[in-house]
């Protein structure tokens, strides 16, 4: 595969295998329904695990944005090649938002509330206070980028380790995610965001498109500081 490629390939499995734990827990009348958040942040963990595995020997397996500016930052990944990474991940988290809603069909339809149908595919605030959310996000994406600043080596192509880029986000998600459910990660938020805007969803909600800015500015703001502490240290 071409990095290109590979990074919609990566984002894709991301993006089927997380949404899909999404919609495993929140849908009605799935087995793994009302299963809770330790089943949500260890299904997102083995997503980033099987992307990372899958891509990362082609691209490095960024899959997210915000991962891709703090390599660039820090002279591990080349900026011509940032716009083309972006675009490959946007493409490949709305095509994978696509296979969990085929995936899940029946189940949208044996769902009532509208809000549990965005938020399978985006995040939310638990608490909507705009600065609180938004520093959560920062918070959160500066822990991942700065772990794997400290994980990846070389010009950030194939030089990622699956399992501890995994076990990362996992602690993430235990640790951080209950305020914003833990974008870190713009196209994770605003591919399937922009999916559930235009897919034939049965008694969907608005894509609540007044906060869709935080998960995409909170991520690129923490991956620049981590990339700033990293370099500083």
Known sequence: MSPFIS???GTFILMVLGNGVNANVSLNKT????SGWIVIALGWGLAVFVAVYIAGATSGAHINPAVTL????????????????????MIGAFLGAGATYIQYRPHFS?????DTKLGLF?????????L????????????????VLFLVSGDGLGSLSALPVALLVVSIGLSL??????????????????????????????SNWRYAWIPIAGPMIGAALAAIVYSVL
């Open 122 to 130: 985006c995040t939310g605030p638990a608490i909507p206070k705009t």
């Open 132 to 147: 609180d959310n938004l520093a959560s996000e920062i918070i959160g994406t500066f822990v991942l980028v700065f772990g």
């Open 110 to 114: 044996a769902t009532d509330n509208p």
């Open 177 to 206: 995610g209950g305020t914003t459910g833990y974008a870190i990660n713009p196209a994770r938020d605003l591919g399937p965001r922009i999916f559930h805007a235009v897919a034939p969803i049965r008694g969907k909600r608005d």
């Open 31 to 34: 087995y793994g329904n009302n």
């Open 7 to 9: 990074e919609i390939v």
């Open 70 to 89: 703090g390599l660039a930052m820090t002279g591990k990944f080349p900026w011509a090649t940032v716009p083309q990474y972006i675009l490959a991940q």
